[in-house]
């Protein structure tokens, strides 16, 4: 299986202002820099489940606008995002909006948020459409010029088949009758709705990359069974690669090809899901795991670091049970090992 | 009308915001919408929203400027004397273009120009803060009184606000000034007894919330009496809403002031910048194209009204920034 | 329903309001009630006043008063001018054509500018143009509007004699009228859209911060279509419920520039009231644009109601 998406050495650092700590001294905080994503290098194949997991706070929704491009212009990105072999972070704005929605999709984080209030839902999901084809149509209005009554038709009918496309997908993430949810707005519906619309919205055009940001999150139990369910039949029957994050590991576990830790915005492990929850190797990873209520609800001690002032060698060691000397100074790299890379000295 | 704030645009936004949040809560019961909203929230305070700072910024900068020229008319109003060549009472031949005996020339009856300009400044300045400070301890008390009681005490007052609000107030206000004589005491009450609706409004709003605070409730707790509480626990947290408000009713009012002056409503014993507007255009000034009459007292209105609003703004971007974007 | 009923309640309350002021205020006022109602500069001997006096029924109590003067408001009876020697409805329905078209025309092209200028300000608001004309509407926001007018006679009118500085028209074709219009539309139009182009930058701000831009953004739309796609409607939805409040400001911002530029509207009939202590007609005037602003606030919540699918919800 060919690669899809690479990215290599991705940093992300925040310019920061004046003002903008809520707790410290405001003359102390001046123009501090939060670097968010550091050093961070992760791959995707073709049709294959990436989860990347971790703490609230850790980077991880950054990565995911990173490779979106849809960072605030303040921040300042260095690395390379490879998708196709073309350099992500090299295209322009426009460009990057053509590929934006077509074949690279997200899946935000709060649904009720994501949906323009003032708009149908109806009219939010066939956008995607409506952006998409709209470009083409330039292209052919630059050769012949069409009489404006057959124009009009034309993009009636278009309007009409953009109609049924988004009634098929409404559909196919499980609303049995399309046509009435159209014409409702977000704050009619339940967050689980929403949550529905936007994928629909999302995989509408089959993107090669579907990034969902937390997509279980703020959701009761049933439903995010029925989310699961969703994106497994997405991957059986399209061949969408996905880039999952989530804090839910029995979530990730049961969808995941792979699983990425993060931690205060560095990849600490990666492994296939089995070895990774039977075995893991990172301190952290194993902490996590032992938070699992079905582990035992043992919490790992202390905080995370704040990304504006990470510590000095492993981010992990304040809150280390087994760190060494060597942690507290030297930071330790990703090492791989037959299939996994884990980031200690001291793991084999 | 809305006299009161609506030129100025940041707050009305807050304004109308409330007006809308309010028909919203009702609506929105979900608390996971809420919910939502917060962690969103919080991701963004983390790193996304930079440019609303910036804004902010830009507005700290119009304030530096503000302040210079509020001082400047500031002085003006204070220490008239120091700048006044003449008294404005003084009087020399009438219509004549300006010299170096008179900068600004003369008027119809022979007053210096400038002189007349720089004790305009206090009247014009006196107006507006007198208003706005009636205008501000009405609102502060109604506000004050339905966010803190809540209930039907709340219902009554906000009902009342809004009615008041939709009533136009520069045509009330040209029938009181017809009816009455006009006098700059009569002219500071009316305007201030007709501009505290918003004020009320952005009050109550934040009384809501802050009654809600810890030391509120432990106060409450406490025994202290509701009377207490206000004075000392919440007022001091109103200070900092209060303020912009203020200077904004101030520049409002100072623009009432001057329409109502050049419709002859003003008083004509205390020639404000206003009046002298008034006089030029109605004594000739104007007709003979004497700029050096009508330019000045515009544009001194002007400059004054918009270095006030700009100082409120300054400390409405200020306070944005302080409590973080969201706050709001 | 509740908030519907709410709300009406308020609007019954303002109309009651606005008429009790003006049943209240000339028998308030200091002075002879008498005088209050017919005009000060009026000269007219004891016996006529006593005549004037029962025919007005100010000597019977003030519930009867009152309920007679309901009676000719319904019948459209506004009272009558002794200064103009005519009826006051009949004098009001000449004039306020002319001011609602006036007024009409600003306020659309001053939301139309200010909200368009606004939007794209608050887009872009780091840009040296935005700023600027921020700084710009801003002090247009600060400078009394009848001054404006002042300033835009005397440079378009007296000193390069572009348009006329009097009246509404020299014969009452479209086109003279338009030439006549176009100062003074010119500098209301200004004004409200100073007033439009701040709020919609400060919405526009707040609005593009929030996740559904985002969002628009990462289904593929570019820029500044984003602002227009999304949200610009969302931003302008209190610019709805402003434009009412705002239309009773511009209204008397309208009567200051009839005044400046002499057109026959009612800004130069009230300001002729004035100074005629035309009392009658003053009232009459303040009722009809109390009622205007009243009826456009309620188009308003209508429109609101409308145009955002969050207050209307199916059951």
Redesign the interface.
Known sequence: MNTLLEVKDLNVSFQGNENENKTGNKSENKNETVTAVSCLSISIREKETLALVGETGCGKSVVAHAIMRLLPPESIVKGTIEFKGKNLLKLSEKEMAKLRGKEISIIFQNPSLALNPVYSIGHQLAEPLRIHTQKMRWKEKEGKKEKVKQKEKREKKKENSNLSKVSRALKRVGFSNPREYMGYYPSWCSGGMNQRFLIAASTMLDPVLLIADEPSKGLDRDRVSELENELKGLKEKSETSLLLISHDLGFVRRLADRVAVMYAGEIVEIADPSSLFESPLHPYTRGLLNSLPERGFVPIPGASPPLSNPPAGCRFHPRCPIKEKRCTQERPELKESNGRAVRCFLCP | MMQEEAYIGENTTQESKIRKSTIQESIIQESTIQENTRQWNDFRSLNLDLDIRKYGKNLKRFNRGGLFLFTFFLILALIPALFAPYSPTERFIPYEAPSTAHLLGTNDIGNDILSELVYGARISMMVGFASACISTLIGLMIGLLSGYFRGTLDELLMGFTDVVLIIPKIPLIIILGAFLRPSIWILILVLGLLSWESIARIVRSKTLQIREAGYVKSARCMGFSPFHIMVSDIFPNLVHVLLPKFMLATASAMISEASLSFLGLGDISMKSWGIMLSFAFSRGGFIREMWWWYLPPGVCITLCVMSIALIGFGFEGREKEKRGVDAE | M??AA?KT???V??FL??VT?NFA??RL???DPVK?LIGEDVYVSEAVMEELRTEMGLNRPLYEQFTAYIGDLLRFDLGYSYHLHSPVAEILRERIVWTLLFVGVSVLLGAALGTLFGAYAGWK??TKAN?LAC?GF??L???????LA??FL?IFA?KLGLFPFKGFYDVPTPGSIAHHMFLPVTVMALFSA??N???????V??EK????A??????????ISILF??VI??AS??II??LA??F??L??GA??TE??FSLNGMGTL??D???G?D?PV??G??LV??LA??LA?MLADLAYAI?????R??A
Request: aromatic content about 16%.
């Open positions: 509740h908030e709410k309640f308020r609007y309350a303002s309001l606005i002021l205020l000339p006022m200091p002075g209050n608001p780091e700023r700084c801003i002090a926001s600060c400078t009394p509007p009848y001054f002042l300033l005397e007296f100073s007033r182009f701040l709020i919609m930058r400060g919405s701000i707040q911060g929030q996740l559904y985002l969002y628009a953004r990462a289904k593929g739309l570019y820029d796609r999304h409607k969302n939805l209190p419920t402003l409040l705002d009773g400001f209204f008397s009567l200051f005044i400046v009230i300001y009231a004035i100074i202590k009392y003053l009232q005037s303040f644009v109390a602003v009243l606030n145009a955002d699918p969050r207050v919800r199916p």
